[in-house]
T-cell receptor, first 112, second 114 residues
Framework: QKEVEQDPGPLSVPEGAIVSLNCTYS??????FMWYRQYSRKGPELLMY????GNKEDGRFTAQVDKSSKYISLFIRDSQPSDSATYLC????????????FGKGTMLLVSP | EPEVTQTPSHQVTQMGQEVILRCVPI?????FYWYRQILGQKVEFLVS????????KSEIFDDQFSVERPDGSNFTLKIRSTKLEDSAMYFC????????????FGPGTRLLVL
């Protein structure tokens, strides 16, 4: 079983839609969960960072962690064409200093 | 806003040649990392560096790889004798050390080994 699984997509939605992106993981030691956005051939850009279970909201983005199910989600409200990118989930066991384990990324396409 | 920078953005080299990839981490950060992403695959951890020494490395980071912080601002990854399979995007990342923070990534160096 892969450590972090993420549907590669592409996920195509119309502008204004609510987008749901998800990852599952197998390592129960993961405590810190991140979402990065990656435009084509660019570096990962940090979007959201959460610790343990619960929700965190930042503007149009909401990150949700369910450790009991080993399942994390990123919701994007009122999606825009500029949100078109690959979204990577990442997680670690011991805060920011420990190595990040990434999912493969989900490609999101938001059409005008 | 402070950011991690990397040079060069692209590097083409012949198999067997040495390459040095350079990074300038965010200035108040204490932990430094190299990751790589082979086209179409996951971002993979290579090595972490703290207090002027390697703190962790993956099985990918073999004797062909080395890292160095030659001065107070630069962080380098050297590949001594490049192989075709080293072709990838190489990302540098840095981290403050604060609990509420995580790693910030640079724009990457695209390495192509011919």
């Amino acid at each position: 079983q892969k450590e972090v699984e993420q549907d590669p997509g592409p996920l195509s939605v119309p502008e204004g839609a609510i987008v749901s992106l998800n990852c599952t993981y197998s390592n129960s030691a993961f405590q810190y969960f991140m979402w990065y956005r990656q435009y084509s051939r660019k570096g990962p850009e940090l979007l959201m960072y959460t610790y343990s279970s619960g929700n965190k909201e930042d503007g149009r983005f909401t990150a949700q962690v369910d450790k009991s199910s080993k399942y994390i989600s990123l919701f994007i409200r009122d999606s825009q064409p500029s949100d078109s990118a690959t979204y990577l989930c990442a997680m670690s066991a011991n805060s920011g200093y420990s190595t990040l384990t990434f999912g493969k990324g989900t490609m999101l396409l938001v059409s005008p | 806003e402070p950011e991690v920078t990397q040079t060069p953005s692209h590097q083409v080299t012949q198999m067997g040649q040495e390459v040095i990839l350079r990074c300038v981490p965010i200035s108040n950060h204490l932990y430094f990392y190299w990751y790589r992403q082979i086209l179409g695959q996951k971002v993979e951890f290579l090595v972490s560096f703290y207090n002027n020494e390697i703190s962790e490395k993956s099985e990918i980071f073999d004797d062909q790889f080395s890292v160095e912080r030659p001065d107070g601002s630069n962080f380098t990854l050297k590949i001594r004798s490049t192989k075709l399979e080293d072709s990838a995007m190489y990302f540098c990342a840095s981290y403050t050390g604060l609990l509420q923070e995580t790693q910030y990534f640079g724009p990457g160096t695209r390495l192509l080994v011919l």
